[in-house]
């Protein structure tokens, strides 16, 4: 399985700024997920970040809030934009297995949002 | 969007006891996944599942892909203490490739 590490492990923002997660993995991958996971809650995908494409978002996640870059195939970033406390949660980035559809996620960044 | 049944919501089991969880879903699924996620950390992957009706074992955990397609099971047999943690199943819609609904979870404790 991919090796994936998320920067920063955690983080806490006051309301109304905006913070960027990084994803490296080590190994290339065309496809690049981004998960929110509300306190206590399960995994909601976000998006799907394809390399030299705009990302794909899902319904109720827009680009505004939660800009993704997806510079090259081993790295991505997801941007929370004007935070508010409704924000904080658990991001995960996870990739495909090659060949396969298992995901692998990684350890997440767990944002709290004051 | 799709909804996954998950249960039960929470169990409180002794060391030694087998645990038995599911999800069930209205939807057909090509693969289900299961995760164990412990406090702090990312979910990781425990088993995979990509035919109806399989069955697939990893140590002490097997999985089922259930025969209608529509559910899977996961079974630990003889718990250990580091079971302790919150499992999610997970489930990718026919033709709906990479994209994958998670369950809500089954928050396992197991008492020494």
């Known amino acids: 399985s991919a090796v994936i590490s998320q920067k920063p492990s955690r983080d806490i923002c006051q309301r109304g700024t905006s913070l960027t997660i990084q994803c490296q993995v080590d190994s290339q991958v065309t496809m690049m997920f981004w998960y929110r996971q509300q306190p206590g809650q399960s995994l909601t995908l976000i998006a799907t970040a394809n390399q030299g494409s705009e990302a794909t978002y899902e319904s109720g996640f827009v680009i505004d809030k939660f800009p993704i870059s997806r510079p090259n195939l081993t790295f991505s970033t997801l941007t929370v934009s004007n935070m508010s406390p409704e924000d904080s949660s658990i991001y995960l980035c996870?990739?495909?297995?090659?060949?396969?559809?298992?995901?692998?996620f990684g350890p997440g960044t767990r944002l709290t949002v004051t | 969007g799709q909804q996954l049944n998950q249960s039960p919501q929470s169990m409180f089991i002794q060391e030694g006891e087998d645990v038995s969880m599911n999800c069930t879903s209205s939807?057909?699924?090509?693969?289900w996944l299961w995760y164990k996620q412990d406090p702090g950390e990312g979910p990781v992957l425990l088993i995979a599942?990509?035919?109806?009706?399989e069955l697939t074992s990893n140590g002490r955990l097997t999985a089922q892909f259930g025969i209608t397609r529509k559910d899977s099971f996961l079974n630990i047999s003889a718990s250990i203490p580091s079971d302790v943690g919150i499992y999610f199943c997970?489930?990718?819609?026919?033709?709906?490739?990479?994209?994958?609904?998670f369950g809500s979870g089954t928050k396992l404790n197991v008492k020494p």
């Open positions: 997970a489930g990718q819609l026919e033709g709906n490739f990479n994209k994958f609904y």
């Open positions: 996870s990739v495909p297995k090659r060949g396969g559809y298992e995901q692998y």
């Open positions: 599942l990509y035919k109806a009706g």
């Open positions: 939807s057909i699924f090509n693969t």
